[in-house]
Nanobody
Framework: QAQLAESGGGSVQAGGSLRLSCAAS????????MGWFRRQAPGKEREGVA????????TYADSVKGRFTISKDNAKNTLYLQMNDLKLEDTGTYFC??????????????????WGQGTQVTVSS
């Protein structure tokens, strides 16, 4: 499996923006389903935030629609998550996810089986 390495987390005030990056060690991930997940608090279940399929189609959780944008740069083997208008409830550890993906489709409900180590995002008032 490819190694996934997130970066770009940090602290920001509500209403601010951050861009997360996820570098993949294998170019074959360019055509794969990939996604961003987050765990909002220790012990809380990890939830899907956004996914992007090999054809570039994207899917978002309702809580981030219109504020977050997932994209990828195939030349750099890098996945991004642009987060705008951040809210207090966006605080959490954000994880990049890659294949293998069990089952059909590519959505925030998909069963990913390769994860990065996570990057912390803290939104304050």
């Amino acid at each position: 499996q490819a190694q996934l390495a997130e970066s770009g987390g940090g602290s920001v005030q509500a209403g601010g923006s951050l861009r997360l990056s996820c570098a993949a060690s294998q170019f074959t991930y360019n055509s794969a389903c990939m996604g961003w997940f987050r765990r909002q608090a220790p012990g809380k279940e990890r939830e899907g935030v956004a996914t992007i399929d090999g054809d570039g189609s994207t899917t978002y959780a309702d809580s981030v629609k219109g504020r977050f944008t997932i994209s990828k740069d195939n030349a750099k083997n890098t996945l991004y998550l642009q987060m705008n208008d951040l809210k207090l409830e966006d605080t959490g550890t954000y994880f990049c996810a890659g294949p293998p993906v069990l089952g059909p489709g590519c959505t925030p409900d998909s069963d990913f089986n390769n994860w990065g180590q996570g990057t912390q995002v803290t939104v304050s008032s």
